[in-house]
Structure formats: structure tokens, C-alpha cells
């Protein structure tokens, strides 16, 4: 800390804005002094091609973790589903939020829609993403559809819905839109079952990452971790993990937890877009393995 404030770093879309001034409240309520300190990351300076083109891993996190490991923030606020699951050396990952709902949606013009369709879009309708593990999905759901990519923060790409003739739909987190409150009433809103369309690995969550050697925060981290939403994650992120990818491998992973304590993951994965999808569902009473079974079951398919 500096001058017995934390130091909070975070990008500057309205998204991660909103991340970080959930995560000052907590601190607010503590009576923690904070200041917010804003970084620009490759995935906000590079937005005239898709994700799938850019090379390495930590789009939106990497600029983040180089000002941690610097000292010049203290903590650093991130969407769960960006980090890589290898982190630099010398940082973790203190705690993370409660799962707000952690399903895509599909947005939809309303004179496009034809209900007789699964994806309630025209033959060769064109959707409106930049995330190679959506467009499998979809394929999946609805084979004459076609993509066109789109980048930018959550109300960019609403707006560019709206403004873009080609485009009949696009599809994003509803923890987002959700979050910042964006009025979709003059579209169709068609929410996808995680369990039936898996969502990016701990999609929906916060994680607070900071250095290793900082004892005192990661006390603090530690009083507010949701070990509950901590429990289901980390097979998610476990799954990633030994599927050796970053946020932008075609995986969907999506883990919960029943009433009386069984875990329930589903997974979703293709080798390419154009390749054969690999769908798992396994359930059991613990955890253990769970991430590891799910694996071997989609490599059995691919």
C-alpha cells in the first residue's frame, strides 16, 4: 500500500469500471481507503482484428499483472474467464466474487426473428462475435448461420447491433449487460442454458489477484473469497488448465452445485471450427477429479 491506501488496478471500460468499484465498496465497508489507478491492455489497444488472431495469452490481463509485479498497484481486478490459469511467477489469486449468472445471451433484431429456426435467426443469418468457442456452439445449434467479428466494450458491440445492417444478432455474457444495466427491450433476448451452451470458464466471476508476498492482502483477499462460487470455478478452471489454453480456447466449461452437495459439470470443445464438437456432462459427490474426468471423456470424442 501507499499512504495506507490499496492501490486497485483495472481497465477502463465501463465493464471493468464497474468491477472495480464493486470491489471498492468492499473496501468502502471496511473503511479501507482505495484509490483506482486505470491500465490500458493489448485486448483495449489492438480492436481492428479478432481474438483468435492475436498471439500469446492475457489479452486483458497481462499490462495489469507487469503494474503488480512493479508495486505500482496493490491489487488488481480482473474477469475471472481473461486470466490464463498459469499466472506469472510471484502472483495469485486472492479471492474472487460471487457468480452473478454466468449464461451467454443472444440478442436478436426483432424483425429478424423467425421463430421456426433453433436460434430463432433466418437461414444464413449472421451473428455478430469474435469468440471461436461461441461460434462452434452456435453451429452446433443452427449450421447455415454465418459470423462476422465485432470487438469492444459490452455497449459497443449492443450499439454496433443496432447500427450494423449486416448483422442479425450478436451474442454476449448476461453477466455484463446485467451488471451495467443496458436496456435490450427493443431486441429479442434469448438466454442459453450454460448446461446446454457452456459459458467460458468462471464466467461471471471476479478475481482479485495480487503478489504473492503480500501477506496482508491476501488476509484481506481472503475475508472476502466466496469459497462457494471458489469450489465450482476451479473445476472450470482446472478443465482449461490441462487442456493447456488460455481464454480463448474453444472450451466451454460449466460447473454447479446441487442442493445436497453433488457437483454437475458440462464441457463443450472442438479442435477447430470447422471440426467435430466434443460434448461431456458427468456429475458426482466431490470435486476430486471431477476436472480430469471431464477431460478424458472429451478427448475420448474429439
Known amino acids: 500500500m501507499q499512504d495506507n491506501k490499496v492501490r486497485i488496478g483495472s481497465r477502463g471500460s465501463k465493464l471493468a469500471l464497474w468491477q472495480a468499484h464493486f470491489f471498492q465498496s468492499l473496501l468502502d465497508k471496511r473503511g479501507i481507503q482505495n484509490e483506482l489507478k486505470i491500465i490500458k491492455t493489448k485486448g483495449d489497444l489492438i480492436q481492428n482484428i479478432g481474438f483468435d488472431k492475436l498471439e500469446g495469452k492475457g489479452f486483458f490481463t497481462k499490462e495489469i499483472e507487469d ?36 449464461a451467454d445471451i443472444l440478442i436478436i433484431k426483432k ?19 469474435s469468440s471461436i468457442r461461441r461460434k462452434v456452439l452456435l453451429k452446433n445449434f443452427q449450421k447455415d448461420i454465418l459470423f462476422k467479428d465485432i470487438r469492444g466494450n459490452v455497449p459497443t458491440r449492443v450499439q454496433k447491433l443496432v447500427d450494423d445492417d449486416e448483422l442479425d444478432a450478436i451474442i454476449l455474457a448476461a453477466a455484463g ?34 503478489r504473492e508476498e503480500d501477506l496482508d492482502m491476501r488476509r484481506l483477499l481472503k475475508s472476502i473469497n466466496c469459497m462457494e462460487t471458489l469450489s465450482t470455478v476451479k473445476v472450470e478452471r482446472k478443465i482449461l488448465n490441462i487442456m493447456d489454453g488460455g481464454c480463448q480456447l474453444p472450451l466451454g ?11 454437475h459439470c458440462f464441457a463443450a470443445f472442438t479442435a477447430h471450427l470447422d471440426g467435430k464438437l466434443s460434448k461431456v456432462k458427468l456429475s458426482q459427490n466431490t470435486a476430486s477429479n471431477l476436472a480430469e474426468r471431464v477431460v478424458e471423456k472429451l478427448k475420448e470424442k474429439i
Open 67 to 102: 503494474a503488480l509485479l512493479a508495486n505500482q498497484i496493490d491489487v488488481a481486478i480482473h474477469s475471472m474467464k481473461d486470466l490464463p490459469t498459469t499466472l506469472p511467477q510471484g502472483l495469485v489469486i486472492g479471492g474472487i466474487s460471487e457468480r452473478a449468472n454466468p
Open 111 to 129: 424483425e429478424r426473428i423467425v421463430i421456426s429456426n433453433p436460434l430463432k435467426i433466418k437461414e444464413g443469418g449472421t451473428i455478430g462475435t
Open 177 to 210: 449487460i446485467e451488471r451495467l444495466k443496458i436496456d435490450l427491450s427493443e431486441h429479442k433476448v434469448i438466454e442459453l442454458n450454460p448446461e446446454e451452451f457452456p459459458s467460458a470458464p468462471a464466467q461471471g466471476v471476479l478475481a482479485y489477484q495480487c
Open 253 to 263: 466449461a460449466y460447473c454447479n452445485k446441487d442442493a445436497i452437495g453433488n457437483y
